[in-house]
C-alpha cells in the first residue's frame, strides 16, 4: 500500500500556495500522483469572527485552539462531509470521534512534543493510503484533540515554530519523494542520508578541479566495485564525526 490522499488542516491554507505548486512536489500534485486536499479551519466556526481559539483555564500567555473546532474539521475531513453538515450538531457520538466504515485515517498532529520526524518514520507514513495532517497556532491545542483526534504526534526538531504548516511542509516532502514515480531517479531515495542510517557520501561533478582542489581520484577510475567502497567509508567517517547518535541508535 501507498499514500494516494493526504489532507491538511489550517487556518492558512493560502500558506501552501507556492509550496505545493513547486518542483517535484507540484508536478506530483498536478499529474494525480497525489490526492492533496486542503481544508480551512475556520469554515467549521459558528461564530461571525470565525473565531477558533480562546482563552485557557486556569489562566496564563496566549490563546488555546478549541476542541470543538478541531473535531468538527476532523470528523468532515475523515467522512468527506461538507463543513455544514457537522459544524454545531448535536453529536451522536458523544464518547468518540466518528469515522464511517473504519477507523480514524492516519492522523499527524505536528507539534514540538511529538515523537521526532525521522526517514524511518517518513516511509512508515508514506506506506499509509491516506494521511490527515493538522497545523496548530497559537500557545498551543486543547489536550482532548491530542486525545481524540490524532493517532500520531510528531515533531521536526527541538525548537518552537509560529505554527504547524512549516512542519508539515517538511514531512509531505519527506514523505512524497517516496512515493512511486515522483522523484525521475528511483535510486535516488535510497541513496540518501538516513536511507540507511548514515548520512551520505560526498559528491562531486565537473570541473575536475576547483581551486585547488580536486575529484577523488578514485571516482574517475571507472571501478564501480571501489567507488562503492570508498562511498561507503566516506559515509560511516561523516556519520561517526558530525552524527555519532545515529551510530549509537544501530548498536
Known amino acids: 500500500m501507498t499514500l494516494r490522499r493526504l489532507d491538511i488542516l489550517t487556518i492558512f491554507p493560502g500558506w501552501f500556495d507556492g509550496p505545493l505548486s513547486t518542483s517535484l512536489l507540484g508536478k506530483a500534485v498536478a499529474e494525480g500522483q497525489l490526492d492533496l486536499r486542503l481544508h480551512d479551519l475556520r469554515d467549521f466556526t459558528t461564530d461571525r469572527h470565525r473565531s477558533v481559539d480562546d482563552t485557557p ?3 496564563g500567555a496566549g490563546m488555546v485552539m478549541r476542541p470543538d473546532v478541531w473535531l468538527w474539521a476532523a470528523e468532515a475531513v475523515w467522512n468527506d462531509l461538507r463543513p455544514q453538515a457537522v459544524v ?4 451522536p457520538h458523544p464518547d468518540a470521534v466518528h469515522v464511517a466504515g473504519g477507523p480514524r485515517p492516519r492522523t499527524v498532529l505536528l507539534t514540538p512534543r511529538g515523537r521526532p520526524f525521522t526517514q524511518s518514520l517518513a516511509r512508515d507514513l508514506a ?3 491516506r494521511l490527515v495532517l493538522l497545523c496548530g497556532r497559537y500557545e498551543g491545542i ?6 481524540l483526534v490524532a493517532t500520531d504526534e510528531v515533531s521536526i526538531g527541538d525548537y518552537v515554530l509560529f505554527g504547524g504548516e512549516v512542519a508539515a511542509t517538511v514531512v509531505i516532502e519527506a514523505v512524497t519523494r517516496l512515493l512511486p514515480g515522483v522523484v525521475g531517479n528511483e535510486d535516488s531515495p535510497t541513496d540518501e542520508s538516513f536511507a540507511d542510517g548514515l548520512l551520505e557520501y560526498p559528491h562531486y561533478t565537473r ?3 576547483v581551486r585547488g582542489r580536486v575529484v577523488p581520484q578514485v571516482l574517475t577510475s571507472g571501478d564501480h566495485g571501489a567507488v562503492a567502497t570508498w562511498r561507503r567509508r566516506q559515509a560511516e567517517e ?3 564525526t558530525r552524527r ?4 549509537d541508535e544501530d548498536e
Not at 454545531?88 to 453529536?91: A, N, P, Q, T, V
Not at 486543547?142 to 486525545?147: A, G, K, L, Q, Y
Open 127 to 129: 506506506a499509509e493510503e
Open 244 to 247: 555519532p547518535d545515529l551510530l
Open 207 to 209: 570541473p575536475a578541479e
Open 88 to 91: 454545531g450538531r448535536s453529536d
Open 238 to 240: 561523516l556519520t561517526r
Open 142 to 147: 486543547d489536550e482532548r484533540v491530542h486525545d
Open 57 to 59: 483555564y486556569g489562566g
